[in-house]
């Protein structure tokens, strides 16, 4: 299926929730993003989809008058045992803690985080804006640690495109397999796998799944070159 296109010049000012879009802003590697001014006067930034769909609704506002509404000061953070709460303890384990599994993909080969995010504080005043319970923390470039710059909120298919490839793997790229004199590609959309065939050369593959990739995430995963 074809991802729908959202021309910006048909959406600057138009009100979505709280947010009004007022612009588009291209950052290279990152999906396409529009900027936007919440109703409580801060400004942000979301995926086309994200905003039109009502998946980003606020700055992030929204989660802290919910909070508030709960009983929960948000100037202590007030958000103990919380799924954001929850999402910082696991990151700060994987990087920290040689005796769970994870630590091997993560603190064992380099992951570090910021050491304002040594805090939930410090943490949730880089990340609010954005989150959804529905969101993952995503490592933009997986090489590198845990970041403001380096970090956003994604649902659970963008994170899965964008994990390294498979311990084990034959491959160099994203999305192949090897098979017996030729290599398969395959895409996942919406947590179901689109088989896109068999190719003579690995490349081909790559190409093939980063073609797919495009339509619906604006990048090219295995960077191979787009036919004209």
Request: glycine share 10%; with cysteine.
């Amino acid at each position: 299926m074809v991802q729908k296109k959202y021309e910006i010049t048909n959406l600057v000012g138009q009100t979505f929730n709280r947010v009004t879009i007022t612009g588009e802003v291209k950052e290279p590697g990152k999906d396409r993003q529009f900027t936007y001014l919440c109703i409580c006067g801060r400004n942000g930034k979301a995926t086309p989809y994200h905003i039109v769909n009502s998946v980003v609704k606020s700055c992030g506002c929204l989660l802290s008058e919910t909070a508030a509404e709960n009983g929960k000061s948000t100037a202590t953070h007030g958000m103990y045992g919380t799924r954001p709460y929850r999402i910082w303890q696991g990151m700060k384990t994987r990087c920290d803690n040689p005796n769970v599994a994870e630590y091997s993909d993560y603190g064992g080969r380099g992951i570090t985080y910021d050491k304002k995010w040594s805090t939930f504080q410090g943490f949730w005043e880089d990340m609010e804006e954005g989150y959804f319970d529905h969101l993952t923390l995503d490592r933009v470039n997986n090489n590198e640690g845990y970041a403001a710059t380096n970090c956003r909120w994604v649902d659970m298919s963008t994170q899965g495109h964008n994990r390294r490839k498979h311990k084990g793997s034959l491959c160099e790229s994203v999305g192949v397999k090897v098979r017996t004199n030729n290599y398969e590609a395959a895409f996942c959309k919406n947590g179901v796998v689109q088989y896109l065939g068999k190719y003579l050369t690995e490349y081909e593959a790559a190409k093939a799944y980063d073609d797919a990739y495009e339509t619906v995430y604006g990048t090219r995963r295995n960077k191979t070159t787009k036919d004209t």
